[in-house]
């Protein structure tokens, strides 16, 4: 399948890109449930929905309250262009000294519109067309298409499936002399794992020590989109604890549960060096990728949506409430560290037709084929109280009825 599908656009009618990217099969596929289950109005709040990882109640008040807040000007330039404004890089850096134990800096903060152009920014600031990439399965599903846009090669390892942790073995032999980054997602979606620091000391030295060998500087993209959302009072670590060669992607959309509003950075650690040499050139792609600075409003509130994030705790109760059910009727699950998601495992090898039994009772999940891992379905946490009691004897009937087909 490497032509346009019969439902791609004629080739005369876009870029070959667009129509390369298009035809790529884990991108259809992503995106046809993209179309199935993104805005879907009225029938939403019958369903059970326990696909994206989008909010099913309404927002805090002091979410609205900020925004609100934000939205008076107090100079004839509230609304002018914004680039890297001053207030919202010094909340951003100040917040992420306070997170981890690296002591950022206001102007090591790039600012974008989320996680998505963060972790393109990054792609874009170190990578040339045909250098390669390598990332873990099961992914965040987005990944291959930002990669492919940025006319770069995903290179796929398979993550160690019985802790969830990324498979050093598997990335050290995956590394050849095109090698320019690997993207490490930790706390990780679709398993909730939070890869340990000593894991993340040893990726360190194994990309310190190819580096060396292949004659060039392997990069770490490290997406954090879900750094704030940890359960059970654990630390996390990041990758820049270890690697000062990285690039640290972070989306506020997972923070407060609002990922309609566009808002993230990218942020280079003060220990990578030549970074202030990088500025000009990040700056640069900032404009040339589309303007894609966050919107004035956002970047306005920013310093105050740093003080506060959703409620971890009642994520963390959802956790444990399908976790205790879905474990007594028999599904197996290593529980999530952090992050939205519960990574399931299909009573059956075919996830696909598990996830569609799940359906017809009107409880939607993702098949572990969208993240190029089958044998396995993903359930998003955002999904309300009422959702989860109601979707209980759904799970228990596709599991009865899955284990009684010959
Ligand atoms: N990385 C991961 C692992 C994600 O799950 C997401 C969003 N689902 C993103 C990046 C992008 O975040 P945003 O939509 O806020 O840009």
Redesign the pocket.
């Known amino acids: 399948m490497n032509g346009p599908s019969p439902s791609s656009p004629h080739p005369a009618e876009v870029s070959a890109r667009a129509a390369r990217l298009a035809s790529v099969p884990s991108f259809q596929r992503v995106d046809s449930f993209i179309r199935r289950y993104l805005n879907r109005g009225e029938d939403q709040a019958a369903a059970c929905d326990f696909t994206?990882?989008n909010p099913h109640q309404m927002p805090p008040d002091r979410y609205v309250a900020t925004l609100q807040a934000a939205l008076v000007p107090r100079n004839d330039q509230w609304f002018a262009y914004q680039t890297n404004g001053g207030q919202a890089r010094e909340a951003a850096a100040l917040a992420l000294r306070g997170l981890l134990d690296v002591p950022f800096e206001a102007g090591d903060i790039y600012l974008t519109?989320?996680?998505?152009?963060?972790?393109a920014l990054a792609l874009k600031t170190v990578a040339d067309p045909g250098d390669e990439v390598i990332y873990s399965l099961p992914?965040?599903f987005?990944?291959e298409p930002l990669i492919l846009e940025a006319g770069l090669v995903p290179v796929k390892v398979k993550a160690d499936m019985d802790t969830f942790d990324l498979d050093l073995d598997a990335v050290g032999r995956a590394i050849t002399d095109r090698t320019r980054c690997v993207i490490v997602?930790s706390p990780?979606?679709p398993t909730g794992r939070i890869y340990p620091e000593d894991l993340l000391h040893r990726l360190a030295g194994l990309l310190e020590a190819a580096s060396a060998r292949i004659g060039r500087r392997i990069y770490l993209i490290s997406?954090e989109?879900?750094n704030r959302i940890v359960f059970d009072g654990q630390r996390f670590h990041s990758p820049v604890e270890f690697y000062p060669y990285t690039l640290l992607?972070y989306?506020?959309?997972?923070t407060h549960l609002s990922?309609g509003q566009?808002?993230?950075y990218l942020a280079l650690p003060p220990g990578m060096p030549n970074r202030d040499g990088m500025a000009p050139a990040i700056s640069g792609l900032q404009v040339a990728m589309g303007w894609i600075y966050p919107n004035a409003l956002l970047q306005h509130a920013l310093p105050d949506l740093e003080q506060f994030s959703i409620d971890v705790k009642q994520l963390e109760r959802r956790r444990d409430r399908l976790v205790e059910a879905l474990g007594a009727m028999g599904y197996g699950m290593r529980p999530p560290e952090g992050?939205?998601y519960l990574f399931v495992s299909t009573p059956g090898p075919d996830d696909d037709a598990f996830t569609e039994s799940l359906a017809r009772r009107n409880v939607f999940v993702f098949p572990g084929t969208l993240f190029e891992t089958p044998g396995f379905f993903r359930i998003s946490l955002t999904a309300n109280e009422d959702m989860i009691e109601r979707s209980l004897p759904a799970f228990e009937a596709a599991i009865k009825e899955s284990r009684s087909q010959p």
């Open positions: 994206f990882g519109t989320g996680g998505f152009a963060a972790i992914p965040w987005l990944y997602n990780n979606n997406d989109a879900y992607a989306s506020y959309g997972k990922p566009r808002v993230g992050t939205f």
